[in-house]
Each structure stands twice: as C-alpha cells, then as structure tokens.
C-alpha cells in the first residue's frame, strides 16, 4: 500500500494549478546547484523550506490564485472520518493551518504584526467584525465577532494564544516553521498542538455553519491573544480586566486542552494554581578553615529536609493512586544558590582560571575558602483549587522556614486561589450548569467521546475568566495524539485536525443556542435566559425590577429621592436584599 498523503502534482496541472509547476521547476533547479556545488543536505527539510519561502513569492505574483480557484499546493489524502466533506474544501482547511503554523510567533522576542494581519484577513474572508486591542505596546489582541440576532443576550469567546514557546532546530526532524506534513499526514510544527490548530478550527467551524446557512442566537466572540506563554500579564489578563472585555457580557469561554492518547478528548474544568518563592537564609560568615554552627547553608538545609519530606507525603498518594495528579500539592526545588561556585574543568575554564591567577589569584582564593553568609532556594509549587491557601502559607511561613532559624520566604508569585465571589476557581461539571451539558452534548453529537474532567497541571488563561465567576473549559479536540506541547517534533494529524473542525461546529452551534436543557433546540428565550449570567452592567437592572414598588408597580414614592436615585455599585450589591425573588444560574 502507498503512501496515504501527498503531494497530486498530476492533478493539479490538469486543473491548470499554475504555481505546481513552478515550484517544482524551481525545486529541481536549486537541486542540481546543490549537487554540482557538491553540498550534502537534508533533501525533504531543505525542500520542505523552500516550497514554504517559494510559495509565499508566488501569492504575492499571483494572488488571484490565492483567494479563489483552490489551494497553492493542493493535497490529497483518503478521508476516513470526514469522507463526505468536500476535499477541495478539506484542502483548503488544511493550507490556511499550515499558514498560520508558519508565521513565527516564538519567544523570547515573538513578531505579533504579520500574525495579527494575517488574523484580521480571516475575518474580513469570514465577514466577521473584528478589532485589535492593546494593552501593552507591540502586543496586539485580535477579537473577532459573530453577531447573533439576539444580541442582548449574553455571549460566549472562543480563546486562543497565538505565541509559542522556543524550539530547539537540532532536535526537529522537520523544521519546526515549516509546517511539512509527512506520508502519514503529520503536520510537523511548533504550535500545531499548542494551539494554532484550535485556533483555526475555530474559524474553520465558522465557515462551515455559515455554508450551511446557520446562524447563532447570542454573539460569539473569538479572541486571538499575545503571551500566554510567558504568563499572558500582557494578553488574556489585560483583556479580562479590561472595560472591553467587561462590555461584551461573556458567560462561557472555551480555550486550550491537552491531546489525549487514547480515542476520547481530555476537557479541564479547574487548573493548578501557581506559587513560587525563595526560601533566603542568613548565617556566620567565616574562614573554611575553621568549624562552627550556624552556617547559612545548614540553617538552609533544614528547611530543604522539611519540604522533602512534605513533597514525599504528597508523591506517596500519587503512587498509591488515590487522586490524580492534578489534586496533589508539588513542589520542586528548581534552583539553589550560596557561595562561590568552583570553575569546571575545560579550555574557557582553564583560560579564565591562568589568567586570574596572574592579575588576581589571591581574590580567587579568597573566595573558595569563605563561607557564604547567604544561601537561598528557589520552588516552585503548583496548588490545587480547592486547597486551604491560608493554611499552606503558614505551613511555610512558620514550619519551613520560621524566622527564628534565620529563614525568611518571598513570594515572586503567587497567584489567587479564589474567584472575585470568595469561591473555588472550578467550573461545575453538574448538571446544574447548563453550559456543561451543552458542552457534552455537543461533542457526542459530533461523534467524539469525552474524557473524565480533569485538573489541568500547567496554567492556561482560562483561570483569567474564572476569577471573574465566569465559567471556562479548556478542550482541545485532539485524540489519538501523544501530547507534544512544548516538545520536540510537535505535530498533529490532518484527519485529527479536520475531525477538530466539525467537533467545534457543534460546539458553537449548542452553545450559540437556542437549545433547552437536554441540548434541543428550543425556540422559546427561557433556556437563554438561564444561561445569562449577572453581570455588573445588569445588577442595576436586576435591583428596579426585584423592588421595592408600589401596587401600581412604580417606583416607591414613599421612598426619599436621595434613596430612589442612590446608585448601587456592583461591589455593594452584595448587602442588596431584595423583595422578590431572582433566579440566576
């Protein structure tokens, strides 16, 4: 049996695919340099970059070809799960995908310009209103909007980061921005797992429930955001806490999972929350001659045994399977420091050390016999959602590291562990929660099976919305797939991906409603209305209409005018009483 993917360079000069024969004259062209120049390469990754750089020339010459009649570079490949999808349409999914995984958006120094007007040009394809929002310099945030014909209602986002994290190129067996799919239908690059595929399979969705001729009661909100992974303080945080964010009456967000091994998908309602702190201790300077108590590294090596012995406890109930992983404490010493460290042996260290022993070898030696009077550990600690945060932090304050022992503890951060209600950041899986049952309905509807809800280790910027109360899942329809985020040869399967677009059609489908209970359509506002949530902007509305009145049902004119007309602020709302009663969900 061949090859299950490749390129149809037969196919697509009968349909007069023009840039095809381009590419593969210029190919053949660069190849017999190479060859007469007498260099060896990497034949498929060397090629694989240049149909990348040639192709993007080619648009330019030829844009109509672009925009119209069909992929540059079309592909064929047997469609198992998605057969009576059209694969012309199928072929273009898969070419916008690998455009996007081919702008370089890496850290430490990502360029948001090219991915923000290649964003904007989704939009405009998919007439889809869109903005760009900043909040910090450089750092653009894309949001598009799908307006529904019930605007009023509250609407549902669709997040997703468009940063990624640094590659290693020796370590990729294709280049990691190239996004080179192989026979198998592989598509290798930084970012297809994490999570540009989510984010095209979003606007995917969107263009097939537009062919289809669907249109969503409330708006659906998609947002493209910078940093997230390094923290998303300038992306995701900003948006959230911002004004803009607040005028768009969001009730659910949906953003990143994880790929799952096996053939259901892997939804997280809650996320470890992050603490690091350094551990400092103070002790007698001194001569390394002598022998004396007090050091500061020995006062630091208690407070080392005292956390190993509580991250002990937590790995014996990991290993004896009692809970996940997600609902233990860790806590891992990621750096120590006291002293003056010894050169290592090599050239450099040779080098630095004859030299030093000419123009200074007596600073040298003082510094290897002095014992340091400070010595700091560095941890990092990942809390589950329901965990006492009071009584953690004195366990560290006064049992790991008590000031009495010449200990202190700072907090570099420390993120909180409950939402602007006082309550746990989880989002409910009961059947209680409405958006929960969508969600679940929605993805057995597309065919898909779903995991058991999970504790997700790592942050995501879904604990941005769910400490404003409102309730977010991350789930990345990913299956079958081994989870690459951060790794070496990341890669996601066209059939994987394309089976990611019709999960996330019925997703925005349920969850732009009008459904009922059990996921039906329901043409009736009550089921929408349940699933609105209160808002700041509606607590005022909520307060006139719940009283007090009079029996002509105005206003109380009993009532003085300076407590008719005194306002009540969404922080003081919560001393409100008011006469009738109010369901909300």
């Not at 700072?410 to 993120?415: A, D, E, I, P, W």
Request: glycine letters at 6%.
């Amino acid at each position: 049996m061949g090859p299950r993917h490749k390129f149809a360079t037969t196919s697509n000069r009968a349909r007069g695919a023009a840039p095809d024969a381009m590419l593969e004259d210029l190919e053949l062209e660069v190849l017999e340099l190479l060859e007469l120049l007498g260099l060896k390469i990497d034949r498929d990754c060397f090629l694989s970059e240049l149909r990348c750089i040639a192709r993007r020339e080619i648009e330019e010459m030829m844009p109509s070809l672009a925009s119209g009649s069909g992929p540059v570079v079309p592909l064929r490949w047997k469609l198992s799960t998605a057969a009576a999808v059209d694969t012309e349409q199928c072929e273009w999914a898969v070419t916008r995908f690998q455009d996007y995984l081919r702008i370089r958006t890496v850290h430490p120094t990502p360029d948001y310009l090219p991915v923000t007007k290649f964003l904007i040009q989704q939009a405009q394809s998919l007439s889809l209103d869109s903005k760009i929002l900043e909040f910090a310099p450089s750092k653009p945030i894309v949001l598009m909007t799908w307006t529904g014909t019930d605007p009023e209602l509250a609407s549902v986002m669709f997040n997703s980061h468009t940063d990624v994290v640094p590659v290693e190129l020796s370590k990729w067996k294709h280049p990691p921005f190239a996004a080179h799919m192989d026979d198998e239908g592989n598509i290798f690059a930084r970012g297809s797992q994490d999570m540009k595929s989510v984010g095209m399979q979003y606007l995917e969705a969107v263009r097939n429930l537009m062919d289809a001729g669907f249109v969503p009661l409330r708006s659906v909100h998609f947002s493209y955001v910078p940093d997230e992974e390094v923290g998303g303080a300038d992306g995701a945080e900003a948006f959230v806490e911002s004004h803009e964010f607040e005028e768009l009456d969001v009730a659910v967000v949906v953003d990143e999972g994880m790929a799952s091994m096996d053939d259901s998908y892997r939804v997280f309602n809650r996320e470890k929350i992050l603490w690091s702190f350094v551990i400092k201790a103070v002790g007698s300077p001194g001569h390394g001659s002598r022998l004396f108590e007090g050091m500061a590294v020995d006062n630091l090596r208690e407070a080392l045994n005292r956390v190993a012995a509580f991250r002990e406890r937590q790995l014996n109930v990991l290993k004896a399977g009692e809970v996940a992983e997600g609902d233990v404490v860790s806590i891992n010493n990621v750096f120590l420091k006291a002293g003056t460290p010894t050169p290592t042996v090599g050239l450099r260290s040779w080098l630095t050390f004859l030299l030093t022993f000419c123009f200074g070898v007596r600073q040298v030696i003082a510094k290897l016999v002095a014992i340091a009077k400070q010595a700091e550990a560095g941890f990092d600690m990942r809390l589950p959602p329901e965990v006492d945060a009071d009584a953690l932090e004195k366990l560290i304050t006064e049992e790991w590291a008590p000031a009495s022992h010449n200990l202190s503890v700072h907090f570099v951060s420390k993120q909180q562990v409950r939402d602007e209600n006082g309550k746990p950041l989880i989002t409910s899986i009961e059947d209680s929660n409405p958006w929960w049952v969508l969600l679940k309905n929605a993805i057995t509807q597309s065919g898909g099976k779903l995991h058991i809800p999970e504790t997700r280790t790592g942050a995501s910027d879904c604990r941005f919305s769910r400490r404003k109360g409102i309730p977010a899942f991350g789930f990345s329809p990913m299956s079958n797939t081994p989870n690459l985020m951060h790794a070496h040869d990341e890669f996601l399967n066209v059939e994987e991906y394309l089976k990611g677009i019709k999960v996330y059609e019925e997703i925005i489908k349920a969850f732009s409603g009008p459904h009922d209970a059990d996921g039906h359509l329901d043409t009736s506002r009550s089921f929408c209305e349940k699933l609105r949530p209160v808002s700041c902007r509606n607590k005022e509305i909520i307060k006139a209409f719940s009283g007090p009145h009079d029996r002509r049902k105005l206003v109380d004119t009993t009532r003085s005018f300076r407590e008719k007309l005194r306002p009540v602020s969404c922080r003081n709302l919560s001393g409100f009483l008011p006469m009738k009663s109010i369901f909300t969900s």
